[in-house]
Every structure is written in C-alpha cells, then in structure tokens.
C-alpha cells in the first residue's frame, strides 16, 4: 500500500476517535459536573498528503477541566464547587475518587452519599447526619463545613492536583488519580449549598467540531475511493 493510501487510513482512525469524543461530549451535555473530553489536534509532517483542512488529524485526548456554570435547585444536599481543579473526594471500595458532581443524599446510616449510594469523605471521615435533623436543619458553609441544626457534623474532604493531566475518567462522573497526580487538600475553592456545576460542553462548539471532522472523514474516503479506482483503471489497461 503507497504512503497516501496509508496516511488517509491513519488519519480516518485518528478522526474516528474524535469522532467519539465529541458524541461522548454531547451525550454529557446536561450531565452536572461533566468535563469535556478534548481530542488534540496535530499537523501532518511535510511531504506527507493533506486533507481539505490542512492535513490536521486527531493526536491525544484529554480532559478540559475549566469551570461549569453554577444553577440553583435550592436542594438542601447539593453542593457545587467552584475553582478550577478542585474536588469532592467520593470513598469506594476500589479507593478514593474525585468527582464534580455535588448531586449527594443521606444513605440508610444517615450518611452523605454520592447519586450512586457511595460514601463522601469528610475531612474526619463519612458526614453523618443526625436522624432527628430535618433538611432545613442541614447547612453547608462555602469553606465547604457542614452544619446540622447549628452543630458542625463534618467538612467535606475536598483536593486539587499537582498534575491534574494524569486523572483518569473512571464513570458515574469521577475520576481515578494515580499517587504521581500529587493530590493536596484544595486551597482556593467556594462551596455553594443548593446549587449544581453544569457540564462545560458547548454544544454549539462541539457541532461545529463534529461537522469539521465529518469533513474530513469523507475527504479521505474520497482519497481512498479515487485510489482504488485508479487502481482498477490500470489493471484494465494491462490486462488487455
């Protein structure tokens, strides 16, 4: 196979990861505390055969992890942070996993606890609150401590990254960080009681990516196409 042939093949697979990161992106639109995925963008080497834009295909993918917007529910156990690179720490039987969605509730033991029944961490330990405390009685400060009728019950364990890069997308919205993402108690953060982080998907943005790479997919199956039908032209020929 000649070297086109094989850069427009390498450049459908890499389009075709970007592909699925924008869908993926657009299916987490109205996911609270979603961050992006992004596909990075490379430039072909010179002399190598270029697509209608330039010869740019995909290269790595990795997390934007600018702020959402904020929206208030007035739900008395939503919590939304606001500060780039802060998280809440989610406590699972796999370890510890960093999320942005403050979407929790009280779990059978009265304990803080994310949409998926797992424990939040506290700075001390799970959050408890008591069972004679109503909603109205629980109160969150924007250092991020928790109050029941006017008692401190807890502080929510919340952490930044050295190197935020090396955070791995593990589901339900959270996020495995390995032990050289040097994790450290966040320092500068706000927590907003009844209020929810939204994705931080454009949506207009991301059409407009999945129309650029549609493009350019069809461009080099176009290559491809003419290739073969080159190819076909000169086995007729030499073939009699």
């Known amino acids: 196979m000649n070297g086109s042939i094989q850069a427009a ?3 459908m697979d890499a389009l075709g990861r970007c592909y699925r990161v924008i869908t993926h992106n657009l299916a987490n639109a109205n996911t609270v505390g979603y961050k992006r995925r992004v596909e990075s963008i490379r430039q072909l080497p010179a002399g190598r055969p270029t697509t209608e834009a330039g010869g740019k295909v995909a290269g790595q993918t990795f997390i934007d992890f600018t702020q959402g917007r904020l929206t208030r529910t007035g739900r008395v156990m939503d919590a939304a942070l606001q500060g780039k690179g802060c998280f809440f720490v989610i406590e699972t039987p796999e370890g510890p996993m960093y999320t942005r969605n403050g979407v929790f509730r009280l779990n059978p033991q009265g304990q803080m606890a994310d949409s998926s029944g797992q424990t939040v961490a506290g700075e001390s ?29 807890g502080k929510f364990r919340i952490v930044q990254f050295d190197k935020p890069e090396l955070l791995m997308p593990v589901g339900n919205n959270c996020f495995r960080a390995p032990t050289s993402a040097g994790s450290k108690p966040a320092e500068k953060f706000t927590v907003h009681q009844g209020f929810q982080e939204g994705s ?3 949506v207009v943005e991301e059409l407009v990516d999945l129309i650029t790479v549609t493009r350019l997919y069809e461009a080099n199956a176009n290559s491809i196409k003419a290739h073969d039908e080159r190819m076909k032209s000169i086995l007729q020929v030499a073939m009699g």
Request: hydrophobic share 25%.
């Open 9 to 11: 093949g390498s450049s």
């Open 200 to 202: 931080n998907v454009s």
């Open 125 to 153: 330990g799970p959050v408890t609150i008591p069972s004679n405390v109503g909603p109205s009685g629980v109160s969150v400060s924007t250092d991020g401590q928790i109050s029941a009728n006017g008692q401190s019950v």
